[in-house]
């Protein structure tokens, strides 16, 4: 009598020798037929990495800064005074490269990035008063559209268009 694990290992040989006739060198389909390319539209097969900055930031004394690795942990701390440093990344992501088109010239993404950090100064708090700062708003409401005082900016870009 055959047992239920004979039967079960025969039944995988058989499969995995079907499996492979269709990856040799006569099979009449191509490799590509078989994959749907809609699935990876899109993707980047290059390795790249989307682009991570960390926050260095004036905390007090004059020679002291503290470093940050999230935009919320800077903006929980109330900083005023910081500057975006590339940690890791090779390429913008899409809502980077947005962000530094809709900035048009008024900043860079490392610009934006350091100005996305800090809470209750510069284009956060003052009004927009040129076309350079309201492209400079435009940018970081792309950029940083979860920033704490989004709400003055977006009020701010409207005063200013009348």
């Not at 440093?85 to 350091?114: K, M, P, Y």
């Amino acid at each position: 009598m055959i047992s239920v694990r004979r039967l079960l290992a025969a039944g995988v040989v058989v499969a995995a020798a079907v499996g492979l006739a269709g990856c040799t060198a006569g099979s009449e389909s191509a490799p590509e037929d078989s994959i749907d390319s809609s699935a990876t539209a899109g993707v980047s097969a290059t390795g790249t990495s989307p682009i991570v900055f960390a926050f260095v930031c004036a905390a007090g004394a004059p020679d002291r800064t503290e470093t940050y690795t999230t935009y919320s942990a800077v903006w929980e701390d109330s900083r005023t005074d910081c500057t975006a440093q590339r940690i890791t990344g090779t390429e913008a992501s899409s809502q980077q490269r947005d962000a530094v088109l809709a900035a048009a010239g008024a900043a860079t993404l490392q610009e934006l990035a350091a100005d996305c950090a800090v809470r209750g100064t510069g284009p956060w708090v003052e009004p927009v008063t040129s076309s350079e700062r309201a492209h400079l708003a435009a940018g970081l409401l792309q950029y940083c559209p979860g920033h704490p005082e989004t709400g003055h900016l977006r009020d701010a870009v409207a005063a200013w268009r009348g």
